[in-house]
């Protein structure tokens, strides 16, 4: 059974710092793509971050660029989400996910959520001013 389990999250004042880890069993994803996704009290699931399978290849949505770095250990099936400077509107259960429509591909639109076919249940992340 796949399962995807996120830890890490936490409370933290506007300033601090976060790092979170997205571990996966069941399966291997060290060819695939994973990603960072956050979902707010009432609005909807948006893309934080993505990283190919190789982490030779990034990318961020606007609001987390210079502040957020993805990386992933594929010798242990993680991936990390290390976030610096946080503000109290990053506040909000963040996920992981993996898109594992294409072996050893490149990020082709990583922000679409319907691209990812498995999903962790999330860590809450709560910033505090």
């Known amino acids: 059974q796949v399962q995807l389990v996120e830890s890490g999250g936490g409370l933290v004042q506007a300033g601090g710092s976060l790092r979170l880890s997205c571990a996966a069993s069941g399966r291997t994803f060290s060819y695939y793509v994973m990603g960072w996704f956050r979902q707010a009290p009432r609005k909807e699931r948006e893309f934080v971050a993505a990283?190919?399978?190789?982490?030779?290849?990034?990318s961020y949505a606007d609001s987390a660029k210079g502040r957020f770095t993805i990386s992933r250990d594929n010798a242990k099936n993680t991936v990390y989400l290390q976030m610096n400077s946080l503000k109290p509107e990053d506040t909000a259960v963040y996920y992981c996910?993996?898109?594992?429509?294409?072996?050893?591909?490149?990020?082709?639109?990583?922000?679409?959520?319907?691209?990812?076919?498995?999903w962790g249940q999330g860590t809450q992340v709560t910033v505090s001013s």
């Open positions: 996910a993996v898109d594992d429509s294409r072996l050893r591909g490149p990020l082709v639109t990583p922000e679409r959520l319907r691209q990812y076919d498995y």
């Open positions: 990283i190919n399978w190789s982490g030779s290849s990034t």
